[in-house]
């Protein structure tokens, strides 16, 4: 559905149909929206430009998923991260796959395709994860990592450091006994104000 800019408040569309008669005479104006995110406390009214599709012909007025991918936009940047096309550049700067992302970083590739279609929000952990992305380097450790190529002492590690210092596992496996036994049957919990 393209359409033709004519001047900064209004467009005149090419091929949007309107949804109630069926006219192909829809013009688009940008207006100012304003809804609210979130609930209780944290609740914060935001505000966009969205377009508003209107028929010359019955009036009848509506808006589509160019409008949702605006307010979605508005979302992630009162959240602080990333947009979903924000997301796809980081992926195609590398000429990557979701599934070439989704094995380099452990993240499942339902994930990556729900945050780059706007269907989902990630969180800020793998909002993170995905802005360490736009380094090179950092995309070329993953790699290296997944080819086995570097041990797992080196990989945390900051590239300057000398010695690596290898740590003994605090735990140990337990033999099964009678006695272990009896006493994991025998153990419950009990209520904290007990």
């Known amino acids: 559905m393209s359409s033709r800019i004519t001047n900064e408040n209004h467009t005149e569309s090419e091929r949007f149909i309107c949804p109630e008669c069926q006219s192909d005479a829809v013009i688009t104006i940008y207006q100012a929206e304003s809804f609210r995110y979130g609930s209780g406390d944290e609740a914060a009214d935001l505000t966009c430009r969205i ?3 209107s028929c010359k012909k019955c009036g009848f ?13 508005t979302i992630c ?3 602080g991260v990333l947009t979903p096309n924000e997301i796809v550049s ?6 990557l796959s979701i599934a070439d992302l989704a094995r380099l ?3 499942g590739e339902a994930s990556i395709s729900r945050w780059e279609n706007g269907h ?4 800020a952990a793998n909002d993170q994860l995905l802005r360490l992305l736009r380094y090179p380097e950092n995309l070329e450790r993953l790699k290296k990592r997944e080819e086995g190529a570097m041990p797992v002492a080196q ?14 596992s605090a735990f140990r496996a337990l033999k099964v006994t ?8 025998a153990f419950n919990l009990r209520p904290a104000n007990a």
């Not at 990989?155 to 003994?168: D, H, I, M, R, Y």
């Open 51 to 53: 377009p508003v599709r």
């Open 61 to 73: 007025q509506f808006t589509d998923d160019e409008a949702e991918e605006i307010r979605h936009d």
């Open 77 to 79: 940047k009162h959240l």
């Open 90 to 95: 980081i992926r195609k700067r590398y000429s």
């Open 105 to 107: 970083t452990r993240i």
């Open 120 to 123: 989902v929000i990630q969180n």
């Open 155 to 168: 990989q945390l590690q900051p590239a300057s450091a000398g010695k690596v210092t290898v740590v003994q």
């Open 178 to 185: 009678e006695y272990n036994i009896a006493a994991a049957n």
